[in-house]
């Protein structure tokens, strides 16, 4: 039989008790074990003399192919049928398996029927007794299934990151413990290394005044596995501080436990515009909703600063003059500060408190 003929071939140097019991065991055919691989249709075994240039093949490896055993298989009946864009990368196989050089190349191929596979092609090359490539065996298995998914997959990822890239800074994960594990964009960002971020580290990124509030928010995240959520300025690669709006999810195992965090950095510019529907045409609060909210809270110039991310000096001028030109998106920006306490704002100068403000330490 073909696998029998092929065993006996690549152990042809070794004792034939030896040989015998490679291809037995326990009186059980090494053909049986062929019979298995190739059941489901999608494997296929070749063998090739590197000497004679006499090939054989499996009945499995026609069927991969589509082709009838109407005539003693080539190695050209399967180069034949690679994919005219695929020939390029298959050129050199066959030089290289001549020359005693193991292959394993993925290619596509048109088949007798003239549908389209994907196919992993491997080959190892037997030396004869003075160490000479003598004798080729391989396989060629149908890879079409695993393909689609791994390229159903790299398009869902391709989307994802174009879709966070849109309007994330960067992209940042941590380990279930809360380690954050950044992505180049943080390096790019802050000028840190990985090795600069290990142990906490991270946090000397943070602008002094905002890091016992970034911490304490992550590590409450991360103990009661909730979002995450913080406004924080980050000391930029050229030495600047700016405003960052940073966001994190838990990934739970089935269990409810977790198995790691998602996150993403975003400018708080850019976050105050998504909160405003993509549009800041308009301002969304006036100056004497400001001063109401500020006192309904009891916040201080620098506590509405931390919470919206816009400096004192720009609030100070919107709630004394009204500054014509302030950027729409630092008026949302603040707004939004206030809602997530509780209040509520209408036309006109009305403010309202819906709910009372959780007390701060």
């Avoid at 019979?35 to 499995?60: A, I, P, Q, R, Y």
């Avoid at 491997?122 to 298995?141: F, H, K, M, T, Y």
């Avoid at 990985?194 to 928010?217: C, F, K, Q, T, Y």
């Avoid at 600047?240 to 198995?259: M, N, Q």
Wanted: hydrophobic share 35%; glycine share 8%; charged share 25%.
């Amino acid at each position: 039989m073909f696998l029998d003929t092929a065993l006996g071939d690549a152990s042809s140097g070794q004792e034939g008790d030896a040989s015998t019991a490679g291809r037995k065991i326990s009186g059980v055919s090494s053909t049986h074990f062929l019979k298995l691989v190739e059941e489901h249709g999608n494997t296929g075994f070749w063998t090739c003399d590197l000497v004679t240039g006499e090939c054989s093949c499996s009945m499995g490896l026609l069927r991969v192919i589509g082709l009838e055993q109407a005539r003693p298989f080539r190695m050209t009946d399967l180069v034949d049928q690679v994919h005219p864009e695929d020939r390029t990368f298959c050129e050199d196989i066959w030089s290289l398996i001549r020359s005693g050089v193991p292959v394993n190349r993925n290619f596509r191929i048109i088949r007798g029927d003239r549908t389209v596979r994907w196919v992993e092609f491997r080959s190892e090359v037997v030396l004869d007794a003075e160490q000479r490539p003598a004798r080729a065996i391989g396989l060629l298995q149908d890879v079409s299934q695993q393909h689609e998914s791994r390229q159903a997959l790299d398009e869902s990822t391709g989307r994802y990151r174009a879709l966070i890239g849109a309007f994330a800074t960067m992209e940042w994960r941590a380990t279930a413990a809360g380690e954050p594990v950044f992505s180049h964009g943080w390096a790019k960002l802050t000028g840190q290394h990985e090795s600069d971020i290990l142990d906490g580290n991270w946090l000397s990124a943070v602008h002094p005044d905002d890091r016992d509030a970034v911490s304490a928010a992550w590590q409450q995240a991360v103990a009661s596995l909730s979002p995450y959520r913080s406004n924080q300025r980050i000391r930029r690669a050229d030495g600047e501080y700016e405003w960052f709006h940073a966001r994190a999810v838990p990934v739970l195992h089935k269990g409810g436990r977790s198995h790691e965090w998602l996150g993403m950095i975003i400018r708080h510019q850019d976050f105050a515009m998504l909160g405003n529907g993509g549009s800041a045409a308009d301002p969304t609060v006036t100056p004497m909703q400001i001063r109401a909210g500020r006192a309904m809270l009891q916040w201080t110039l620098e506590d509405l600063s931390r919470q919206s991310g816009v400096s004192v000096s720009s609030i100070r001028r919107i709630e004394g003059e009204g500054e014509r030109s302030t950027r729409p998106a630092s008026l949302s920006a603040i707004r939004e500060a206030f809602e997530r306490e509780g209040l509520a704002f209408s036309d006109g100068n009305t403010v309202s408190l819906q709910r009372f403000p959780v007390p701060r330490s």
